[in-house]
């Protein structure tokens, strides 16, 4: 068997003299025999090292097509050397450049499938690849650039998408990258050459809570329909822990730890899996004794239906969703004097950052109580 070797070369003819840009070549030796592929780059030779393309901006995106150009010749070596095929050097410049059809796609879809996540957020991931292929200028790894990043987001804001919609993209986007750095795809994410904040998280800056009053309003109203009942102690069961929706559906009372009299649930986050530690109120603790430990297992949408039957009943004024408990948790902790850093890892935030928002909507109350009493 003949030997083959294949390397990347700049200015094989020294030509840098001529003060041009010199072409990046592909060279294949086979035996005794060797052959050169234009790549369709050419950089001067500072800006190539050690088989790199450097001190460019576009470098990335360079380096990238280089890499697949690359792959395309060992693909295709590698097939004839399994198939005792004779290496021709006419179909491997045809072979060098062919277009893989859709492959970073086809790698988003693939980590879609494999990656570890709560079967909720894999519909938000999925939602997401339906939204690159609309957009659909980030097809291969060589388009994974931060120009069509900038491009991308522009294309969203266009289409009249919220603050809070681009950035969960783009989170989602950015993990889905930083695997295909990690899986040695691509050299480099390119959301690390943005600016800090060019994103904005659109999160707003105070929450809606409800009072001590609205909670005991929802705990004595009168609920004929068994489902809506149920829908009501799931919601003040997450008021009186803090627990997400997900997290509520995988909670179960014999994981809890009893300290001091005060239950105490330690576990991760079903949508982060960011660990959290927080407490049971006597009255979730007896909402889950109710129920043998274990909350209903009702799907998300119908719970949210239920909880706007349960506000109409209990004459709440704000709009009844699960996370509203969530909220009132966070809120009603402060309130009563707990630390900043305390209610974050009991939310299980990844940082106070997230919390802030919640002693902002305490400082917002306290000054309409102000103005209240003022006046």
């Not at 030779?45 to 010749?73: C, G």
Request: net charge positive; aromatic share 10%.
């Amino acid at each position: 068997m003949k030997q083959i070797t294949i390397a990347m070369v700049c200015d094989r003819r020294s030509r840098e003299s001529a003060g041009k840009p010199q072409a990046i070549e592909i060279r294949v030796t086979i035996g005794s025999n060797v052959h050169y592929y234009n790549t369709g780059v050419k950089v001067y030779r500072y800006q190539w090292k050690n088989d790199r393309i450097v001190n460019r901006d576009d470098a990335v995106q360079l380096n990238e097509r280089l890499s697949i150009l690359l792959r395309n010749v060992n693909r295709y070596i590698n097939e004839c050397l399994e198939q005792n095929k004779e290496v021709s050097f006419t179909r491997l410049g045809a072979a060098m450049n062919e277009q893989q059809p859709d492959e970073w796609l086809t790698f988003v879809a693939d980590r879609i499938r494999k990656r570890k996540m709560a079967e909720g957020t894999r519909k938000h991931y999925t939602t997401l690849l339906k939204v690159l292929k609309t957009y659909g200028k980030m097809k291969q790894y060589a388009d994974l650039t931060t120009a069509n990043i900038i491009s991308f987001n522009e294309w969203l804001r266009n289409g009249k998408r919220q603050n809070g919609c681009l950035y969960n993209y783009n989170k989602m986007l950015k993990a889905v990258i930083s695997d295909a750095v990690l899986l040695g795809k691509i050299d480099e994410n390119p959301y690390s050459r943005l600016p800090r904040g060019y994103i904005p998280r659109g999160d707003k800056e105070s929450v809606e809570f409800l009072t001590e009053d609205e909670l005991k309003a929802i705990a004595d109203a009168e609920l004929k329909d068994a489902f809506v009942a149920r829908a009501r102690d799931m919601f003040l069961f997450q008021a009186y822990s803090g627990l997400a929706y997900s997290d509520m559906q995988a909670f179960t009372l014999d994981a809890c730890e009893v300290r001091d009299g005060i239950y105490t649930y330690a576990a991760e986050r079903q949508k982060t899996g960011v660990p959290f530690f927080t407490i049971l109120f006597p009255q979730a603790v007896e909402i889950a004794q109710r129920y043998d430990g274990v909350l209903p297992q009702v799907c998300n949408a119908d719970y949210n239906r239920f909880l706007k039957i349960v506000g109409a009943e209990a004459h709440i004024k704000k709009r009844m969703h699960s996370h509203l408990a969530r909220h009132t948790f966070a809120t009603l902790m402060l309130l009563k004097g707990s630390a900043l850093t305390n209610v974050s890892k009991m939310l299980g935030h990844t940082n106070t950052v997230q919390t802030q928002r919640y002693a902002k909507t305490l400082e917002e109350s306290i000054l309409a109580d102000a103005k209240r009493i003022i006046k």
